[in-house]
C-alpha cells in the first residue's frame, strides 16, 4: 500500500456546500471526513458525504467513447466520436437552423464546465436551447 | 416549508436541530410527518398543494391585526392595496377548508412569524414541484415584504438547492434566458460585453426551457439534443412519454460517467471525469463560491466536459482553447466583473469560501443579499408585491384513483441512483430498495401488510413496489421517491406544468393502490 496523501474538496451531492478531507491511496479514495476548517459543516458529513464516494472507482464507470452502429452501443475513438457528432451537428444546423439543436447542462459539475456548456450553445452552435435540470 | 431537511440536506437539518434545542422556533409545514418534525415547535402537516391557502390566510391575519411593518412596505414595496384584496377573501376559516389545518395553527404562526425579531423562511421542492410553484414562491417574497423579514441577518427566504452547482449552473448562463452573472439574454448592453469577448453575435432570443423542449421534439421542431451529466428518463415524469421522445431525435449524444437509463438511448455516449477528478469551483445553496480540487487521476481515455466542449466548438469552427479551470474562472471573473471580479482562486485558497457578489479584490463578499432593504436610501428601487390564488393540484383523487402520490428523497440515495449505489464498505443501509410509503389505516382497509407487494397505477403507467407502513403519511396519501430504476415512480407522475418555470407536479397526482395476491 501507498502512502496516503490529504486532499481538500467540497462534496458533490447537495447544495449545502460541505468542506471534505480525502483520503487518498494508490490512486484510490479510501476515507472522506468532514472538514473542521470548512465555514458550512465545520467537520460534520452525512452518510452520503462520508461514504457514498465508490461510483469514483466503479468498474461500470464508462471508459471510452461509445457510438451506436447496427442498433448497438460499441467503443470508438474520440476521433470518430467527435466527427460523427460534429458531422450531424452541423448538417442538421443547415436543414434546420440552430434552434433545432437544445442541451441540457449539468448541475453537478463545475462552474467552469458550465461556463463552457453555455459558451459552447451560444457561440459554435449560436442558439439560446440551453437548460439544466434546476427545473426537476 | 415543504423540505425535508434531515433526509435531502441532512448537515442543515442538524443546525436546525441544534438550534432549535437553544430556543429557535422551528414550524414545519408539511403534509408528512418527517424526521424534522421532531424539532418543531408547531407542524403544519397541510394537504399537498394547500400552501397558497396558508400564506393567504396567514397575511389575512397579519394585515387584520396589523401586525405588517408599515414603514418598510411605504418605502420599499408596491401593490399593497392589490395584496390586501387578494388576501381580504382568505380568512382562517376559508383555508381551514382548502389546507386541512386549524384556524388556530394558521393564526398562530401568522402571529409568530410577524412578531418575531427575526423570521426566515427555508422552502426546497415541496414548494417549486406544482403547476403553482412559482406563484408559491411569490407568496413566500409576499410575507417577507409585507413583514420586513427580510435583508437583515437571520431573515430572509432561504431556498435549499438540491444540487451541489445547481446554483452555480443558473448562474453561468445555463439557462435559456440569462447570460453568465445571471444577466437578462435581452439585456443589449450586457450582450455586446459578451460578443466583444467572445467575438460573435450572440442570439436575443429566448431559449427553451427543458419542459418546452420535450414539447419540440414532440412537434418533431428539435432534432438533435446534448446531454451532460443528467437522466432525465428517470427523473422527468412520465416517463413513458419522456422514452418516445429520446426515441424520435436524429441525434442524442450524453456526456456521463455511466451509462445511465437515458445515455442507452444515446447515438453517441462521452465519457466524462467525475467529482474527485476535476478542479474547479462550485456556487453552493447560499451563494459561497468554494474550491473543488483533483484527487485521483482519471481513466486515461476519459475527459473533462469542458475539455470535450472545447475540442467539439474547435471542430465546429469555434476555436475555444483554455489552460485549465482557473483560466476559464479568470473570463468568468472578467465578463461578470460584478458578481465575481474580487474572487480569485488565490483568495479562496485563503478565505475557503467567498459570498457572491463580490465586485473586485478588496471587497469582502456579500453575506446578506438584500441588506439594501434597511438602509435609508431615498428613491431606490420598490419591489413589488405578486398576490397570487390558490389553484388545486391539476389531478385530484377520485373513484377509480383514490389516492393522492406525493414524491421525493431518501437520505441515503439521490436523485437516479448512478452514484449512491457505491457505498463504503460496512455502512449500513437502511433503505436498500424503493417502498410505497402508506398509513395503516389505509393499509389495514385494503388488506396490505408491510413489506408485501402492492401494485401502484396513476392514469400514465402502472408498478409493482413493496409496501412500508408508516405514520409519516396521512390516510389518503402515499409517498414514494425517484432513485431506483428498478420501481421507475415517474412511470405514474403527471406531465402537468408551472407555465412559468416549466417544472414539473412532482408532488401530487392521483394513483390507486391494490395489493398484489399472487406474490
Given amino acids: ?136 | 416549508m415543504g423540505s425535508n431537511t434531515t433526509e435531502a440536506h441532512p448537515i442543515i437539518g442538524n443546525k436546525i436541530k441544534k438550534a432549535a434545542k437553544s430556543g429557535l422556533k422551528v414550524i414545519v409545514v408539511d403534509p408528512r410527518r418527517i424526521d424534522i418534525v421532531k424539532s418543531a415547535h408547531r407542524h403544519l402537516q397541510i394537504d399537498v398543494g394547500s400552501d397558497i391557502a396558508l400564506m393567504n390566510a396567514m397575511m389575512h391575519v397579519i394585515i387584520k391585526e396589523g401586525l405588517y411593518d408599515e414603514q418598510f412596505i411605504l418605502q420599499h414595496t408596491d401593490e399593497f392595496e392589490k395584496l390586501k384584496n387578494q388576501v381580504e377573501l382568505y380568512t382562517p376559516e376559508f383555508a381551514t377548508h382548502i389546507t386541512g389545518l386549524s384556524t388556530e395553527d394558521i393564526i398562530e404562526t401568522a402571529r409568530e412569524y410577524a412578531n418575531a425579531e427575526k423570521s426566515m423562511i427555508a422552502y426546497t421542492l415541496g414548494i417549486t414541484e406544482h403547476h403553482c410553484g412559482v406563484n408559491n414562491v411569490f407568496d413566500i417574497a409576499n410575507l417577507a415584504l409585507l413583514t420586513g423579514q427580510i435583508g437583515r441577518l437571520g431573515t430572509g427566504i432561504m431556498p435549499l438547492r438540491g444540487q451541489n452547482n445547481v446554483q452555480g449552473a443558473g448562474d453561468m448562463g445555463c439557462l435559456p434566458n440569462q447570460l453568465t452573472g445571471a444577466a437578462s439574454i435581452a439585456d443589449e448592453e450586457y450582450r455586446k460585453r459578451f460578443e466583444t469577448t467572445w467575438n460573435i453575435e450572440i442570439s436575443a432570443k429566448i431559449g427553451d426551457t427543458q419542459t418546452r423542449t420535450f414539447e419540440r421534439i414532440g412537434e418533431g421542431e428539435v432534432k438533435a439534443l446534448y446531454i451532460i451529466g443528467e437522466n432525465p428518463l428517470l427523473a422527468d415524469v412520465h416517463m413513458n412519454h419522456t422514452r418516445e421522445l429520446l426515441k424520435k431525435l436524429d441525434l442524442l449524444v450524453v456526456q456521463d460517467i455511466f451509462l445511465t437509463e437515458t445515455a442507452e438511448y444515446a447515438d453517441v455516449v462521452l465519457p466524462a471525469k467525475s467529482w474527485g477528478e476535476v478542479d474547479g469551483t462550485y456556487t453552493n445553496t447560499d451563494r459561497r463560491i468554494q474550491r473543488v480540487r483533483k484527487a485521483v487521476e482519471a481513466a486515461p481515455d476519459v475527459k473533462e466536459d469542458w475539455e470535450i466542449l472545447c475540442e467539439l466548438s474547435t471542430r465546429l469552427g469555434y476555436p475555444m482553447q483554455y489552460e485549465n479551470s482557473e483560466d476559464i474562472w479568470n473570463e468568468v471573473r472578467m465578463l461578470a466583473w460584478e458578481m465575481y471580479g474580487g474572487i480569485s482562486y488565490e483568495r479562496l485558497e485563503k478565505e475557503y469560501s467567498i459570498h457572491y457578489p463580490c465586485p473586485n479584490e478588496g471587497h469582502p463578499g456579500t453575506k446578506i443579499l438584500h441588506a439594501g432593504f434597511h438602509r435609508e436610501e431615498v428613491g431606490g428601487k420598490v419591489s413589488s408585491f405578486v398576490p397570487v390564488e390558490y389553484t388545486s393540484p391539476l389531478e385530484l383523487p377520485d373513484e377509480d384513483y383514490p389516492f393522492t402520490l406525493t414524491t421525493g428523497r431518501r437520505l441515503e440515495s439521490y436523485n437516479t441512483h448512478s452514484q449512491t449505489r457505491f457505498y463504503a464498505d460496512g455502512v449500513k443501509i437502511r433503505q436498500k430498495e424503493e417502498t410505497v410509503d402508506i398509513h395503516p389505516e389505509d393499509a389495514v382497509r385494503l388488506g396490505i401488510l408491510d413489506g408485501s407487494l402492492v401494485k401502484v397505477s396513476s392514469r400514465r403507467g402502472e408498478l409493482k413496489v413493496k409496501a412500508k407502513i408508516t405514520e409519516q403519511v396521512v390516510p389518503g396519501l402515499v409517498f414514494m421517491s425517484f432513485h431506483w430504476s428498478e420501481v421507475p415512480t415517474n412511470v405514474l407522475t403527471l406531465n402537468e406544468f408551472d407555465p412559468i418555470s416549466g417544472t414539473a407536479e412532482y408532488k401530487a397526482c392521483a394513483v390507486q393502490v391494490e395489493p398484489v395476491l399472487d406474490q
Fill in chain 1, 1 to 136: 500500500m501507498g502512502e496516503t496523501t490529504q486532499i481538500k474538496t467540497v462534496c458533490g451531492y447537495c447544495g449545502t456546500g460541505c468542506g471534505l478531507v480525502l483520503d487518498i491511496v494508490d490512486n484510490q479514495i479510501v476515507k472522506i471526513r468532514g472538514d473542521k476548517a470548512a465555514p458550512v459543516n465545520k467537520g460534520q458529513t452525512c452518510v452520503k458525504g462520508g461514504f457514498a464516494y465508490k461510483y469514483v472507482h466503479a468498474p461500470s464507470r464508462i471508459k471510452s467513447p461509445l457510438i451506436r452502429k447496427e442498433g448497438k452501443l460499441v467503443q470508438a475513438t474520440w476521433e470518430e466520436a467527435y466527427n460523427l457528432i460534429a458531422d450531424r451537428l452541423s448538417s442538421i444546423k443547415n436543414d434546420f437552423g440552430p434552434e433545432s439543436i437544445t442541451m441540457f447542462a449539468c448541475a453537478r459539475t463545475t462552474n467552469e464546465s458550465n461556463y463552457i456548456t453555455q459558451k459552447f450553445m451560444r457561440t459554435a452552435i449560436g442558439s439560446n436551447n440551453i437548460d439544466g435540470c434546476n427545473r426537476t
